[in-house]
Nanobody
């Protein structure tokens, strides 16, 4: 298992930028996949971006070209750089670590989330 702590959320005007950080309690180099999800009020949690242990990234169509996921293995931290933010990006953002356990399969670990609010 791994504990995840998000930071970097806040209130920003439309068109602005934020960088979210997710600090993990252990090495992330062997974690199957780490990702960022978000959940807006009244909506389901959705995948925003993810990065595999091999460094492959993928994004939701709605954030392609605006958000960038990256990681610093030495710091056990995953980042989400967000630019050109719009009100539609307002949500609570959660860090996720998907770990593989022999015999158990994939197990998800979640942080507490960080709120991002974009004003128009």
């Amino acid at each position: 298992q791994v504990q995840l702590v998000e930071s970097g959320g806040g209130l920003v005007q439309a068109g602005g930028s934020l960088r979210l950080s997710c600090a993990a309690s252990r090495s992330i180099s062997s974690i199957n996949t780490m990702g960022w999800y978000r959940q807006a009020p009244g909506k389901q949690r959705e995948l925003v971006a993810k990065i595999t242990s091999g460094g492959t990234t993928s994004y939701a169509d709605s954030v392609k070209g605006r958000f960038t996921i990256s990681r610093d293995v030495a710091k056990n931290t995953v980042y989400l750089q967000m630019i050109s933010l719009g009100p539609e990006d307002t949500a609570r953002y959660y860090c996720n670590a998907n770990l593989m356990f022999p015999g158990l399969g994939a197990v998800d670990n979640w942080g507490q989330g960080t709120q991002v609010t974009v004003s128009s």
